[in-house]
């Protein structure tokens, strides 16, 4: 059994113990309403700059007022279709066109092939899912974690903030390189548990949404600031 979060000051905590922390502090994640390949590819592009309840909105709303299979978003007028998207952010015309490529490119692939290509993974998939929009590594990875075909932790911002603060990962000067740091520092101490992994990256992604964040961090409701070298310099 591994040593406890508190018990650690002064030095970097397993990621396992840090996962256990923020389980305990936020119990068991739920896994996420929307799981299928495709359904992510939208989701990714129905909305920018925006919470999670509002991606959420937009997207239920393109369901009930579109429909998400490729030949309903085709189908639509590019003006109806902004329209319908409007709620989700910026540029409600881009995010439209967006999902139009999204739905050329996966009635192209086909679904079916799309979603046997995530499930297996590897490299040909990554490179099949950084041909849609809004999809670079960091998606790439995220879509096979949720297809439980990546042994990733995947971290986004939040989560890499986390990770960077309790000195588990080196900070870099801007995303992209943090992300190539972090999945590089993570890839010989995660487990190879599509569902554990899942969970951690969901957890890690609340802590940094709720408590660790970039500003003004919530250091004295922080299951972690006995380990957090932030907290503590």
Same mark, same amino acid.
């Given at each position: 059994?591994?040593?406890?979060?508190?018990?650690?000051?002064?030095?970097?905590?397993?990621?396992?113990?840090?996962?256990?922390?923020?389980?305990?502090?936020?119990?068991?994640?739920?896994?996420?309403?929307?799981?299928?390949?495709?359904?992510?590819?939208?989701?990714?592009?129905?909305?920018?700059?925006?919470?999670?309840?509002? #991606?959420?909105? !937009?997207?239920? =709303?393109?369901? /009930? &007022?579109? @429909?998400?299979? %490729?030949?309903?978003?085709?189908?639509? #007028?590019?003006? !109806?279709?902004? =329209?319908?998207? /409007? &709620?989700? @952010?910026?540029? %409600?015309?881009?995010?439209?066109?967006?999902?139009?490529?999204?739905?050329?490119?996966?009635?192209?692939?086909?679904?079916?092939?799309?979603?046997?290509?995530?499930?297996?993974?590897?490299?040909?998939?990554?490179?099949?899912?950084?041909?849609?929009?809004?999809?670079?590594?960091?998606?790439?990875?995220?879509?096979?974690?949720?297809?439980?075909?990546?042994?990733?932790?995947?971290?986004?911002?939040?989560?890499l903030r986390v990770l960077g603060r309790l000195g588990l990962i080196v900070e870099q000067k801007d995303y992209a390189a943090t992300y190539r740091v972090a999945q590089s520092a993570l890839r010989p101490v995660i487990p190879d548990d599509a569902r554990w992994l899942l969970g951690?990256?969901?957890?890690?992604?609340?802590?940094?949404?709720?408590?660790?964040?970039?500003?003004?961090?919530?250091?004295?409701?922080?299951?972690?600031?006995?380990?957090?070298?932030?907290?503590?310099?």
């Amino acid at each position: 059994m591994g040593a406890s979060v508190t018990s650690m000051r002064g030095t970097a905590p397993s990621l396992r113990d840090v996962v256990k922390a923020l389980e305990k502090h936020y119990g068991k994640p739920r896994r996420p309403a929307v799981t299928d390949p495709y359904e992510l590819l939208l989701l990714e592009n129905v909305a920018y700059l925006v919470d999670d309840e509002r #991606r959420a909105t !937009v997207y239920r =709303a393109l369901q /009930e &007022r579109v @429909g998400t299979q %490729p030949e309903a978003i085709l189908a639509a #007028r590019p003006d !109806v279709l902004a =329209a319908v998207i /409007e &709620r989700g @952010g910026m540029h %409600p015309d881009r995010r439209a066109d967006k999902l139009r490529r999204c739905a050329e490119l996966a009635r192209q692939i086909g679904l079916s092939r799309l979603r046997e290509l995530v499930r297996q993974g590897g490299a040909e998939a990554r490179k099949m899912l950084k041909k849609f929009p809004g999809i670079g590594e960091p998606g790439a990875d995220r879509i096979l974690l949720w297809g439980g075909s990546q042994p990733t932790l995947a971290p986004e911002s939040n989560g890499l903030r986390v990770l960077g603060r309790l000195g588990l990962i080196v900070e870099q000067k801007d995303y992209a390189a943090t992300y190539r740091v972090a999945q590089s520092a993570l890839r010989p101490v995660i487990p190879d548990d599509a569902r554990w992994l899942l969970g951690a990256h969901q957890l890690l992604r609340r802590h940094g949404q709720d408590l660790c964040r970039r500003g003004e961090p919530l250091c004295g409701g922080c299951p972690l600031v006995a380990a957090c070298r932030s907290a503590t310099a």
